[in-house]
């Protein structure tokens, strides 16, 4: 999975305008890399371990990346990042937590379970185009991840 357009992105959000506007601001900076979104903390979990509605997906394709809200429905974010970090299969997997939330506990114990970064989204369009795009530039084109069969 060299190629970074191949690179998909799994955004895990509740709230349609949100997801709507990371979808724009990526298509706007030109990361036209594939963007799944699940709609609450059980579908990711459902998705990231292919069971349930999702579980005849493709295991080989991995996300790049996970933009995490918190504030979800069924399995918050954070139990939805402590599950991701006790699983072997996902315990290197990048998650930055893109929240609205401003509470210090949610930052400490984000970080104390292993987020990669930890992003306030902007109430301004402009400034959350802005967040979105650095996100997508570092995360999709920048970072580079260990192949699964290099990180088991």
Same mark, same amino acid.
């Given at each position: 999975?060299?190629?970074?357009?191949?690179?998909?992105?799994?955004?895990?959000?509740?709230?349609?305008?949100?997801?709507?506007?990371?979808?724009?601001?990526?298509?706007? *900076?030109?990361?036209?890399?594939? &963007?799944? &979104?699940?709609?609450?903390?059980?579908?990711?979990?459902?998705?990231?371990?292919?069971?349930?509605?999702?579980?005849?997906?493709?295991? *080989?394709?991995?996300?790049? &990346?996970?933009?995490?809200?918190?504030?979800?429905?069924?399995?918050?974010?954070?139990?939805?990042?402590?599950?991701?970090r006790t699983h072997e299969q996902t315990r290197t997997l990048p998650?930055?937590?893109?929240? *609205? *939330?401003?509470?210090?506990?949610?930052?400490?114990?984000?970080?104390?379970?292993?987020?990669?970064?930890?992003?306030?989204?902007?109430?301004?369009?402009?400034?959350?185009?802005?967040?979105?795009?650095?996100?997508?530039?570092?995360?999709?084109?920048?970072?580079?991840?260990?192949?699964?069969?290099?990180?088991?």
């Amino acid at each position: 999975m060299n190629d970074p357009s191949e690179r998909v992105i799994l955004l895990v959000e509740d709230n349609a305008d949100d997801e709507l506007m990371t979808v724009r601001a990526f298509r706007k *900076s030109n990361i036209r890399n594939p &963007v799944v &979104v699940v709609r609450d903390g059980a579908e990711a979990i459902d998705y990231l371990f292919i069971q349930g509605r999702h579980a005849d997906r493709d295991p *080989s394709i991995r996300p790049q &990346v996970v933009l995490l809200d918190l504030h979800l429905p069924r399995i918050d974010g954070l139990e939805v990042l402590r599950r991701i970090r006790t699983h072997e299969q996902t315990r290197t997997l990048p998650v930055v937590i893109l929240t *609205s *939330s401003k509470e210090e506990r949610d930052l400490v114990e984000g970080y104390q379970l292993g987020v990669n970064s930890f992003v306030h989204k902007p109430v301004d369009v402009t400034a959350f185009f802005e967040a979105v795009r650095q996100l997508g530039m570092y995360w999709i084109v920048l970072n580079e991840m260990p192949s699964p069969r290099r990180s088991a």
